[in-house]
């Protein structure tokens, strides 16, 4: 228990960087233990909460719901959690960490469409983010689809597509697919796909293969013949 507060002993989520670091998202904060100490050792565990400028000493309270590292910064989604008489208790957003004192938040101020946090995946330069907007009225979590952000400008994309679930809980990337499981089974985009018909703006008709990249930048709108199955696939499960 850290600072009295036991929601910090309710573990959400676990990561491990590298040989010797794990993290330990909780209801109360982000722990980090390095394993090369003893957990006698006062030094072993770090706990980051919103004080001392961490999470941008942002809300009353940090609660994690996803941690995911690249290179260069550890990613860190938060849930949200707030009402009429505390509308600052949870505040959400997906935080970019330096694991030293550098903070930067992502939120719907910044393009995102929900400040919950379901789910992180890192595929390429992106970081996939799965989102929900916390209702005040109702107490209730309303899902809010998937957002791609570029690691290098910080880009957010938003997916808008009616093929794309609006509640995804877990996204997995397995090297070629990319699984969003949601309220009503499992999506499966196929982001290499091997053949798709494409328009351009002279209306001459030719093959490509398409890039994640061409994904984003051209949209789906640009397919032609039921479109979404050259990349989205359904598994009611």
Request: proline share 1%; charged share 20%.
């Amino acid at each position: 228990t850290r600072k009295g507060n036991e929601k910090t002993n309710t573990i959400t989520t676990i990561a491990i960087d590298g040989d010797s670091l794990v993290w330990f998202g909780t209801e109360g904060g982000l722990q980090r233990y390095d394993k090369s100490k003893h957990l006698n050792n006062s030094s072993a565990i770090t706990f980051y909460d919103n004080s001392y400028n961490y999470f941008l000493g942002q809300g009353e309270m940090v609660s994690i719901s996803a941690i995911l590292f690249d290179r260069n910064y550890l990613w860190i989604g938060t849930d949200e959690f707030i009402t009429k008489s505390n509308p600052d208790f949870n505040l959400g957003g997906l935080y970019r960490f330096n694991r030293k004192n550098q903070w930067i938040r992502f939120g719907t101020n910044q393009g995102l469409a929900g400040n919950g946090i379901y789910s992180l995946a890192l595929i390429g330069k992106y970081i996939w983010v799965s989102l929900y907007q916390f209702g005040e009225k109702y107490k209730e979590k309303y899902g809010r689809g998937v957002a791609v952000i570029n690691r290098i400008n910080s880009r957010i994309t938003m997916l808008r597509n009616k093929a794309i679930p609006s509640t995804v809980y877990k996204i997995f990337f397995d090297g070629k697919y990319v699984w969003l499981g949601g309220n009503n089974g499992v999506v499966r985009i196929d982001l290499l796909n091997k053949f798709s018909t494409v328009l351009n703006d002279d209306k001459y008709f030719w093959t490509y293969r398409w890039t994640f990249t061409d994904f984003l930048q051209r949209g789906l709108e640009k397919f032609l013949e039921t479109p979404i199955e050259n990349f989205i696939e359904n598994f009611g499960l």
